[in-house]
């Protein structure tokens, strides 16, 4: 499928480029694509083909790619600062978006904390959370609990409280297990429940667990709203206020790994706002750049930054990585939050939404699906498969055929989801739906 300026590319790339979460023998198979340069929702290949990036580049593009105004923001930072160190050093870009996130908090996590990429901000939550309570006083609350099918990343802090069989018969051996109890998805559901009951379920588990553990227990990380990793599994909002209060009678933080659904994708800036929670400690990272540059922060309360306030320095938060707080990083931060305001990005996905969603109608109706959702930009489905070895290689092939129809779509085993970025105009949403059922089609008939 590649043509010749690809397939050189592609040849180079395997040459010595080993690819991430990837099985590289799988590419004898497979092309991999070398994109030279992005516009808007679209990707362009060696070759001149253009794929719609309808997973926004693993969930982090928000305003397409090659953006004009995070661009010009970029360059106008590059010939001021590009990088100072951020112990003992300050500057403009991470004052002004530390100052803007705790707004969109009304203060309430008034302090961030800098990091580069995701796992790395779920490991600093989890330490700050051990940290804060051995401050206080409460040197045994050191575990963690997390839920059935949740992702926070895959080095190793974050990968204990990862819950993927795959990862775990890997690397098992290497992690510090969290207690795991049941997701409230709704797919879970046993014979006559509904997806309240699964929920009160998970909560009910979890009270049970907090009853034996609390006093050891340090926090409980999920991901709002959306296991996104976990096959898109949607939870109500009414579940978060609970785990809200379980937290707070038997005294553990909630740490909210909002990389995933934070800056607009579950439809709010922040998904706990649908639940008017916050938590204790909240994760961004992803979408933040805009999709632009490595960038990933903690968001905390005063009364946990004020546990670390001290004197002394080993009751200081200790971590640090090279480019914390990276100017450039803050800068495209900054203008896509520019852009949110500007263009009432909020108000203008329900927009966009309700004309996807209303597009997959035929997606959603087809009796080979089962469990269509959707959460503000994010939709997904499961196809009903019997055959076992269509099951195994499902994704596989649906992403190869996606590619055909111009699509970048990498199902998660049997679930189909899109995760657009947030300026598809009309037409592109007619293309991505059509090209989908098509893409779906395929796939099933095993053409
Ligand atoms: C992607 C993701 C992470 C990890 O972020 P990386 O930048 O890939 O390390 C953690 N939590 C959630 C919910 C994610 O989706």
Not at 35 to 42: P, T
Not at 108 to 136: P, Q, T
Request: hydrophobic residues 45%.
């Amino acid at each position: 499928m590649n043509g010749p300026l690809s397939s050189a590319l592609m040849q180079r790339s395997l040459r010595s480029v080993w690819h991430p979460c990837t099985q590289m023998q799988h590419h004898e198979a497979t092309p991999l694509i070398p994109i030279v340069r992005g516009q808007g929702a679209w990707l362009y290949d060696a070759d001149g083909r253009r794929y719609l990036d309808a997973i926004s580049s693993w969930w982090v593009n928000l305003f397409g790619h090659a953006n004009g105004r995070i661009n010009a923001a970029l360059k106008d930072q590059l010939d001021r600062l590009e990088h100072a160190m951020l112990a003992g050093f300050t500057h403009e870009p991470v004052i002004a978006l530390s100052e803007q996130l705790s707004a969109l908090t009304g203060h309430v996590l008034g302090h961030c904390f800098y990091a580069s990429d995701g796992a790395s901000a779920v490991e600093i939550a989890l330490k700050m959370s051990v940290h804060a309570w051995r401050n206080a006083g409460h040197t045994a609350k050191q575990e963690f609990v997390c839920l059935q099918g949740g992702y926070h990343g895959e080095t190793l802090g974050a990968l204990g409280v990862t819950d993927m069989p795959l990862f775990r018969e890997a690397y098992g051996a290497l992690v510090r297990p969290a207690h795991v109890v049941a997701s409230p998805d709704p797919r879970q559901a046993r014979d006559g429940e509904s997806a309240a009951d699964v929920a009160a379920r998970s909560l009910a588990e979890l009270e049970q667990l907090l009853q034996q553990r609390a006093g050891h227990i340090a926090a409980v990380i999920i991901e709002p709203l959306v296991q996104c990793a976990n096959g898109m599994a949607m939870h109500a909002p009414d579940y978060l206020s609970a785990l809200r209060r379980l937290c707070d009678t038997w005294q553990v933080h909630l740490i909210a790994d909002e990389i995933a659904v934070g800056c607009g994708r579950s439809g709010t800036f922040f998904a706990c706002e649908q639940a008017a929670i916050w938590p204790d400690f909240l994760c961004l990272s992803k979408g933040i750049s805009g999709g632009y540059l490595p960038l990933s922060l903690v968001m905390t309360r005063d009364d946990i930054y004020a546990a670390f306030y001290a004197s002394d320095m080993r009751r200081g938060f200790l971590h640090s990585h090279s480019y914390t707080g990276n100017p450039l990083a803050c800068r495209a931060a900054l203008a896509t939050l520019a852009i949110f305001r500007e263009d009432r990005i909020l108000e203008r996905n329900q927009a966009l939404a309700g004309s996807m969603t209303a597009a997959l109608q035929p997606l959603a109706q087809d009796p080979r699906i089962m469990h269509f959702r959707q959460r503000g930009m994010i939709w997904a489905c499961d196809a009903r498969i019997t055959d076992t070895a269509l099951a195994a290689t499902f994704a596989r092939r649906f992403a190869a055929e996606a590619c055909r129809q111009e699509l970048l779509l990498r199902p998660i085993g049997q679930t189909i989801y899109l995760m657009p970025p947030y300026i598809l105009d009309g037409d592109e949403v007619a293309l991505l739906a059509d090209r989908t059922c098509r893409v779906f089609d395929r796939v099933m008939q095993g053409t």
